[in-house]
């Protein structure tokens, strides 16, 4: 069962004009809050260290489908045309920090809900899953509030993510996984010594740059069923060396690794230390995972899904890997998963911003998905 959303517009505005540049909160939880209560959800705030979180259900059996979603924004910058939360309509368009990415996410799937439950009780349970802290450092976030809803026995048949996923029009993209990201910052000690004498010293830039020569110039792989290929960047050498006659002691780099799922972060960095060891053999690597590679593979549940946006918005979905990182990483952990929001143009820009219609065809296809899950 579809059934026609409520308007998500004045949620939308009201969710904008909370300045919750992350990690601050600035009452946008509160805002949410107050109108899932008024259609008769359970609301569970959730606080984790700074950060402010909400876990709201209605409905207590299954088939259960959760939206999940954060309602923290990068800072606006400057040289707007609008207040970045003034929350404006200007020429059928609406602007504000947070308007595509994703507080107009989050005020579409309230406003489906809104609509298929003034046709009665759910016939499953619909929830969300909604964090402060997505554009943050993630550690207080979607990943507190999934051990949290583990231990309580709260685990979704499907969760929907509302990220942007479209390039230029509304149903273009569905993402059913992203591909996981490695940064590496790497040391490499040498021998201080005068330029005019280089056999009296060790010189560590010469050692680094074989080392990421090696490490660039091959490629990863080429692709897999589902993903691009993986990418290695370099992203930062230094060496700090004012003078010219030099030869320096250290030198220093980062790189962040784009991988799929034919790799994972320890067997990457188990290639980085085996490169490291025969270019550099005094080295240092720090390596940090912020996320793995991860694939909800096409069944009935993305079927469903693909269905039901095509319905609404009369555009096949394409199925997608690429793109940076979500929290879609650590709900993979708990339940399927996948991400579908407007077009993703304007986010974390100035003057972000999505049309009011848009913003209305989002709520419609998110009714549409509502109603197929919980048909």
Not at 19 to 27: H, L, N
Not at 232 to 260: C, E, H, W, Y
Not at 261 to 279: I, K, P, Q
């Amino acid at each position: 069962m579809s059934a026609v959303p409520a308007d998500p517009l004045p949620l939308a505005q009201a969710l904008i004009r909370a300045r919750s540049v992350t990690p601050a909160d600035d009452g946008a939880q509160a805002v949410l809050a107050a109108a899932l209560g008024r259609l008769g959800f359970r609301v569970e705030r959730l606080r984790f260290g700074a950060i402010e979180n909400l876990y709201a259900r209605i409905g207590d059996r299954g088939p259960h489908l959760c939206f999940a979603g954060h309602t923290d924004v990068v800072p606006a910058g400057e040289g707007w045309s609008a207040d970045p939360f003034g929350g404006e309509v200007r020429d059928g368009v609406l602007y504000g920090r947070g308007a595509c990415d994703m507080k107009g996410a989050i005020a579409a799937f309230v406003a489906a809900a809104e609509g298929y439950l003034a046709a009665g009780a759910p016939r499953g349970s619909i929830s969300l899953l909604i964090t402060g802290d997505e554009e943050g450092e993630a550690v207080d976030g979607t990943v507190k509030v999934l051990g949290w809803m583990r231990e309580r026995g709260e685990v979704p048949d499907f969760c929907l993510v509302g990220e942007p996923t479209n390039p230029s029009r509304l149903g273009e993209v569905i993402k059913i996984g992203r591909r996981g990201s490695l940064n590496a910052r790497i040391t490499v000690h040498g021998t201080q010594g005068h330029s005019a004498y280089p056999s009296r010293a060790d010189n560590p830039c010469h050692r680094l740059v074989a080392a990421l020569a090696e490490m660039t110039a091959r490629p990863l792989d080429a692709g897999s069923e589902h993903f691009e290929p993986s990418t290695l960047q370099v992203t930062s050498i230094d060496v700090g060396n004012p003078a010219t006659n030099v030869i320096p002691a250290m030198a220093t780099a980062k790189l962040n690794i784009r991988f799929n799922d034919l790799h994972s972060g320890a067997s990457l960095e188990a290639w980085l230390r085996e490169v490291l060891a025969r270019h550099a053999p005094r080295h240092e690597l720090v390596v940090s995972v912020s996320g793995e590679s991860f694939l909800t593979a096409p069944g009935p549940a993305v079927a469903k899904l693909a269905r039901a946006v095509e319905a609404a918005t009369g555009v096949r979905p394409r199925l997608d890997t690429g793109g940076g990182t979500s929290d879609a990483r650590f709900i993979t952990l708990l339940c399927p998963v996948a991400e579908f929001g407007l077009v993703g143009a304007t986010m974390h820009k100035t003057d972000e911003a999505v049309p009011v219609e848009e913003l209305r065809a989002l709520a419609a296809a998110y009714g549409a998905v509502i109603g197929a899950f919980l048909a």
